[in-house]
């Protein structure tokens, strides 16, 4: 029986998908609706299906205190929660297909701290700015750190070398963030160093908005691209020999890591090893078909953030630990297995 089947869409199209990326990626959506109804009935506040109902379809001003503080606080910090896995998912994706390494992350190569420090240092210095535009400015601050991280790591793609430079300047922009957090007064303080800790806490509206926005235009880009990934797994030279632009492809998607972890940072704080976590899984469980990898890694993304969140507030109740330490704490022990795996696979090789 063969793997892959073929899904017709019409005469003219066709679409060819692996058996198992067929079983996995329902299995993943349904479990992570499943989460995502668990998550609203986890906490201090029991709610119901009809308060999660009228929380969506009934305006703020009419609803009961129930369902008013799920459509105020539970419901967008659920979905920015799934939505902001997804992208860092994404995101960490796209840098081990560009830096042809399995362990690249943004947290790990310092984007999410780059993008950290340009939206703390605007927070800082204008304390009213609009939460729209700190998508932007993270943005300048994440796409800025991936290209010199990869320029000063572009000679140092296998072997691990990329991931020493990332974590090299991840360690710099870490000085830069505390630095900014002891410059500013103690309400300061306050604000900024449970954020830059990676919560949902703190999230509303208006940050789901920011996020979603990004991931309906991102998404998409994503997924009508994903074809040009297969020839940079071949590697730069294999790629060139097919004709296909790697320079330029290598940009775009740099451009398109960069962006996916922009307003991640800049509604919740940097979360580490989302990505790298969920593309290992991804590539374990649906093999190497790029859409296919990129498709399970944001499916598991989403629900690995949500878990990491939901069981920070719940776990230790009253004491709330962030999802970004909730994350780390898995994603360590991870890394070190992809790290050994990795190891192996190459000592195999040689």
């Known amino acids: 029986m063969s793997a892959v089947v073929v899904l017709r869409l019409g ?3 066709s679409l060819p998908v692996s058996r198992r ?3 996995v990626a329902p299995a993943l959506a349904i479990g992570l609706l499943v989460s995502m109804f668990g998550a609203l009935n986890l906490g201090s506040m029991q709610t119901s ?4 109902l009228a929380a969506l379809f009934t305006a703020p001003d009419a609803l009961g205190d129930s369902a008013r ?5 539970r419901m967008p910090r659920i979905l920015v929660a799934v939505l902001a896995g997804a992208m860092l998912a994404a995101s960490g994706y796209l840098l081990q297909v560009v830096s042809r390494n399995g362990l690249a992350d943004p ?8 993008a950290t420090v340009v939206v703390m240092g605007a927070s800082f210095l204008y304390p009213t700015i609009p939460v729209e535009h700190l998508g932007f400015l993270a943005l300048a601050g994440s796409l800025g750190t991936a290209l010199l991280v990869l320029g000063l790591g572009r000679n140092m793609l296998s072997g691990g070398g990329i991931i020493l430079v990332g974590l090299s300047i991840n360690i710099v922009l870490g000085a830069l ?9 103690a309400m300061q303080f306050s604000r900024l160093v449970t954020w830059s800790r990676g919560t949902l806490s703190t999230v509303d509206g208006a940050d789901l908005r920011l996020v979603l926005q990004w991931f309906v235009v991102l998404v998409p880009a994503l997924l009508l691209s994903s074809r040009m990934l297969a020839p940079l797994l071949l590697g730069e030279e294999a790629a060139r020999a097919l004709g296909v632009r790697a320079l330029a492809i290598h940009a775009f998607y740099v451009l398109l890591a960069a962006a996916f972890a ?4 800049a509604a919740c704080g940097p979360v580490a090893f989302v990505g790298l976590m969920s593309s290992y899984i991804a590539r374990r469980v649906v093999g190497d078909r790029p859409t296919e990898v990129v498709v399970t890694a944001m499916l598991a993304g989403g629900l690995i ?9 719940t776990l230790f109740a009253p004491i709330i630990i962030s999802a970004g330490v909730m994350v780390s704490v898995v994603g360590v022990l991870t890394f070190i297995l992809a790290a050994r795996l990795g190891q192996r696979f190459t000592s195999r090789e040689t």
């Open 11 to 13: 005469r003219h199209v």
């Open 49 to 52: 299906l009809a308060d999660a």
């Open 21 to 23: 990326f067929l079983l």
């Open 262 to 265: 922009a307003p991640v940072v």
């Open 107 to 114: 947290g790990i190569l310092g984007l999410s701290s780059g």
């Open 69 to 73: 503080s799920v459509a105020l606080f």
């Open 305 to 313: 953030l949500l878990w990491a969140d939901t069981l920070g507030r």
């Open 177 to 185: 963030i505390e630095v900014i957090l002891v410059s500013g007064s």
